[in-house]
């Protein structure tokens, strides 16, 4: 039975904020398996725009834009591959003087960055709409393993935090001396050289954070499961809707594949 | 002395895995829990592995060649390390890297720890005002760690720490991205610890002569002094390369003495020879 100040609290919150974590991961998981079920490109950009919608509603959509950029260089360079050598590449599209690019091709790449733009969009939804205690918590409460918890989180928050990362590397070049970077070139000519520390600071701080977890008992089995605060919108109708979903999705993926 | 009250470090070496000298070598000393214990050194001086060792990382997070005893009263690293760490409370260095990362607000923070160790929400809750009341935390406990300066991070961690009352404290470096009024009231909420045993690496000779009971002095692995600050700072004062408390370098200029015939390190002692001239 719910409290009267949980109920005004829960009637208070917005829409996105009433669904609870594990539906917006299982929505994640239609979303992507429905991507790879569909093979119209159409059919996808239907998909990509019920994304949009799904963060506009929310509104989240301007914060998602930017990893949408962060993804756009990959999937710039895709169409550009297999538009190029695909290996049915049979349909001339266009040509650039010498240089033929194909239909097939990047009807391909174009379908390959449809599917991204999905789970990339998605998984903005998940993560903007909700904080990770939250998520820790819920999921914990659902009778997950911290030790589960923790994994799934941190490579749910790895991409922000080497963004962050990103953007303090740049800042100290910026103020050695290197100008703003305006173009997409420009900006990856800067990017290629420091991935490597990038990399590097970012597995530093794992490893830091690794020591630390161990020293505050992390792993202790004495461990007190928190109390959720916040009830959800129909959580368990939705995580057997959308669980039901996911495993028809997965076998009419696995049923094209056969009969392909 | 009753051998639970302790702290016994017995010929400790260190030696990290690929370098071929010792991080520590052949330390021995013994001194009474309940006590405060700076612990100073220049660079590469082997202070953070000392830390290390005395809060268990070293070996059992981290890898490395350690021979010799470690006894904090009753616990050893070396022994049920599980058993160990709940007794001992640790600030890294590197403070940022310290926070769980999975805790929205600096309350999630400090809960985190007790959590883990079992305490109830409600027994949980109150420890963490207590610890951030002590951190001059407790108008900050809704925002998000990571929104937090470099100073209100290091208070952050220490609270993290405090909130389960710990009967050690071992802290490297806590106070490095202070501003002058945060590490004022640090060092004066430190000097006000009693009964609990505390290591703290700091920079800060002049407010660890005010404060510590001990002052170990470490170079290049070795331990070359330990005993009193005043005792300390006079013997390392000629022939080390270290720095020393303004307190002492005043009163050496001005060759004031105490009876015993060294020169003060806390501001008391140096009043008290003006004092005695007069």
């Known amino acids: 039975m719910e409290k009267p100040e949980m109920m005004q609290e829960n009637l208070t919150r917005p829409w996105h904020e009433r669904i609870d974590p594990v539906t917006k991961l299982l929505l994640i998981a239609v979303l992507t398996l429905l991507s790879f079920v569909l093979t119209n490109i159409f059919a996808e950009a239907a998909l990509i725009l019920a994304t949009i919608f799904l963060l506009l509603f929310s509104g989240k959509l301007g914060s998602s834009m930017k990893a949408l950029g962060f993804c756009a260089f990959m999937i710039l360079t895709m169409l550009l591959i297999q538009g190029l050598f695909y290996p049915h590449n049979e349909t001339l599209a266009f040509s650039l003087g010498a240089i033929a690019f194909y239909q097939e091709g990047l009807t391909y790449a174009a379908l390959l960055g449809c599917r991204i733009i999905v789970i990339v969009l998605a998984t903005n939804f998940f993560m903007r709409t909700t904080t990770i205690s939250e998520n820790a918590k819920y999921l914990e409460n659902a009778g997950m393993k911290y030790k589960t918890v923790y994994l799934l989180m941190s490579v749910c928050y790895i991409l922000p935090q080497m963004m962050q990362n990103l953007k303090k590397i740049q800042l100290a070049q910026r103020a050695r001396g290197i100008g703003e970077q305006k173009s997409l070139i420009q900006k990856f000519k800067t990017i290629l050289p420091i991935l490597i520390p990038l990399v590097i600071k970012t597995l530093d701080q794992s490893m830091s954070r690794s020591i630390s977890l161990q020293l505050r008992n992390f792993e202790s089995k004495k461990r007190t499961v928190r109390a959720l605060r916040r009830t959800y919108l129909m959580d368990k109708m939705f995580h057997r809707a959308l669980g039901l979903t996911s495993i028809i999705l997965i076998g009419c993926k696995v049923w094209m594949l056969i009969n392909k | ?278």
């Open chain 2, 1 to 278: 002395m009753d051998a639970n009250q302790q702290i016994v470090l017995d010929n400790l070496s260190v030696r990290y895995r690929g370098e071929d000298e010792e991080a520590l070598k052949g330390i021995s000393l013994t001194a009474k829990t309940g006590q405060i214990i700076g612990i100073i050194g220049n660079s590469r001086s082997g202070k953070t592995t000392l830390c290390d060792v005395l809060s268990g990382i070293i070996p059992n997070i981290v890898s490395s060649h350690v021979s010799g005893t470690v006894r904090l009263g009753e616990f050893s690293p070396f022994e049920a390390f599980d058993e160990y760490n709940f007794h001992t409370g640790v600030v890294l260095q590197n403070t940022a890297g310290q926070l769980s990362g999975l805790s929205d607000t600096v309350f999630d923070e400090i809960a985190f720890g007790l959590i883990n160790q079992g305490m109830s929400e409600e027994e949980a809750s109150k420890s963490v005002v207590r610890a951030a009341c002590q951190m001059g935390l407790e108008d900050l406990l809704e925002q998000a760690p990571d929104t937090l300066s470099g100073g209100q991070t290091q208070r952050l961690a220490i609270a993290s720490e405090i909130a389960f009352d710990p009967e050690f404290l071992i802290m490297d470096d806590p106070t490095s991205q202070m501003d002058p009024v945060g590490r004022k009231e640090f060092f004066e909420w430190l000097a006000g610890c009693s009964e609990k045993t505390i290591f703290i690496v700091s920079n800060e000779v002049d407010d660890l002569c005010e404060i510590a009971d001990q002052l170990w002095v470490l170079e290049k692995g070795e331990l070359i002094a330990s005993g009193k600050p005043l005792d300390v700072i006079n013997q390392v004062a000629e022939g080390h390369d270290l720095y020393l408390p303004v307190v002492y370098r005043m009163a050496k200029e001005l060759g004031k003495k105490l009876p015993s015939g060294l020169f003060p390190v806390k501001l008391s002692e140096l009043k008290g020879c003006f004092d005695d001239q007069n």
